[in-house]
């Protein structure tokens, strides 16, 4: 089963469509209550579709809802799943579409012909799914990491090459990895730089609570439009899985049309904090006037 822990929960929508020819004969034996007895057939499968089908997810529905059309000699199933989940739920929409035909087979087939569709989606919304619009092409970032110990060579640094790698996931090009002390003024000076040349400048380490971390300190007078949205979405995202994120002083903001983040320094903060907001953050840039439209 894939493993789906970093994704984050959203509104899915998946409907399903199969259709059936039936002669005179099967119209005949089919009424109400066989309709009944398919919606109860599709329900169980679509909420037991994890115990049966290899690699499904169990998924809590909001709606599992089965509708029916007739046009002339065929008869067709609409199936309408909705669910707040981590990926989509189009394979159960097509597993529930699926016992419906099965299940008309088995309570009409015997009274008359049947000819059956194949089940097919036609309708899907999911938030994995990459949307082009959401990914501005040409972006450029910059990585600085803040660290006393890593700065002086003391110790190597992991959670800006984290960072990186999740960038290069969404083909945002980085032309600019830097080390630097936790030193106000010297990030302060990083910020304004950079801010200038990229469209995303992300900072590691320094956001927590010791007397060297002052991440925030140095960037707060300088952001222009704070985000807190987005901070938010980072320590909600954190503190489901560590109980410790709720100390971090993560900070997004804009200079002019940079969006800066402050992140923590711990690379699993900074991986985490990455899959929170990526790739929906990049949205942001659709919004940040004298950003290019493409």
Same mark, same amino acid.
Not at 176 to 201: C, M
Not at 233 to 254: D, E, N
């Given at each position: 089963?894939?493993?789906?822990?970093?994704?984050?929960?959203?509104?899915?929508?998946?409907?399903?469509?199969?259709?059936?020819?039936?002669?005179?004969?099967?119209?005949?034996?089919?009424?109400?209550?066989?309709?009944?007895?398919?919606? =109860?057939?599709?329900?169980?499968?679509?909420?037991?579709?994890?115990?049966?089908?290899?690699?499904?997810?169990?998924?809590?529905?909001?709606?599992?809802?089965?509708?029916?059309?007739?046009?002339?000699?065929?008869?067709?199933?609409?199936?309408?799943?909705?669910?707040?989940?981590?990926?989509?739920?189009?394979?159960?929409?097509?597993?529930?579409?699926?016992?419906?035909?099965?299940?008309?087979?088995?309570?009409?087939?015997?009274?008359?012909?049947?000819?059956?569709?194949?089940?097919?989606?036609?309708?899907?919304?999911?938030?994995?799914?990459?949307?082009?619009?959401?990914?501005?092409?040409?972006?450029?970032?910059?990585?600085?990491?803040?660290?006393?110990?890593?700065?002086?060579?003391?110790?190597?640094?992991?959670?800006?090459?984290?960072? =990186?790698?999740?960038?290069?996931?969404?083909?945002?090009?980085?032309?600019?990895?830097?080390?630097?002390?936790?030193?106000?003024?010297?990030?302060?000076?990083?910020?304004?730089?950079?801010?200038?040349?990229?469209?995303?400048?992300?900072?590691?380490?320094?956001?927590?609570?010791?007397?060297?971390?002052?991440?925030?300190?140095?960037?707060?007078?300088?952001?222009?439009?704070?985000?807190?949205?987005?901070?938010?979405?980072?320590?909600?995202?954190?503190?489901?899985?560590?109980?410790?994120?709720?100390?971090?002083?993560?900070?997004?903001?804009?200079?002019?049309?940079?969006?800066?983040?402050?992140?923590?320094?711990?690379?699993?903060?900074?991986?985490?904090?990455?899959?929170?907001?990526?790739?929906?953050?990049?949205?942001?840039?659709?919004?940040?006037?004298?950003?290019?439209?493409?």
């Amino acid at each position: 089963m894939k493993d789906i822990g970093h994704h984050i929960t959203a509104n899915c929508l998946a409907i399903a469509q199969i259709e059936i020819q039936m002669d005179e004969m099967a119209w005949e034996g089919y009424d109400d209550a066989t309709f009944s007895a398919i919606q =109860i057939a599709v329900e169980l499968a679509v909420k037991n579709a994890s115990t049966t089908l290899p690699g499904v997810h169990l998924v809590s529905f909001d709606a599992i809802e089965l509708s029916q059309e007739r046009m002339e000699n065929t008869l067709i199933y609409q199936l309408h799943l909705k669910a707040v989940h981590k990926t989509s739920i189009d394979t159960q929409a097509l597993y529930g579409i699926a016992v419906a035909g099965v299940s008309l087979k088995q309570l009409v087939g015997s009274k008359g012909q049947l000819n059956m569709g194949a089940p097919k989606i036609v309708k899907s919304k999911n938030p994995y799914i990459t949307d082009k619009r959401m990914y501005p092409r040409g972006l450029t970032a910059a990585v600085v990491v803040c660290s006393d110990s890593i700065s002086d060579g003391s110790k190597s640094d992991a959670a800006g090459k984290a960072i =990186i790698a999740e960038l290069e996931n969404y083909q945002i090009t980085v032309n600019h990895y830097g080390v630097i002390p936790d030193e106000k003024d010297i990030i302060s000076q990083s910020a304004l730089d950079l801010s200038k040349e990229h469209h995303l400048l992300i900072f590691t380490g320094g956001t927590g609570l010791s007397f060297r971390d002052v991440t925030p300190e140095a960037l707060e007078p300088l952001i222009q439009r704070r985000i807190p949205g987005i901070e938010e979405a980072i320590r909600s995202y954190g503190q489901r899985r560590v109980p410790y994120a709720m100390l971090s002083r993560s900070l997004v903001g804009t200079i002019g049309n940079c969006l800066v983040m402050a992140l923590p320094g711990s690379t699993n903060g900074a991986r985490e904090s990455m899959q929170a907001v990526f790739p929906h953050v990049l949205h942001v840039f659709k919004i940040l006037r004298g950003q290019t439209q493409h």
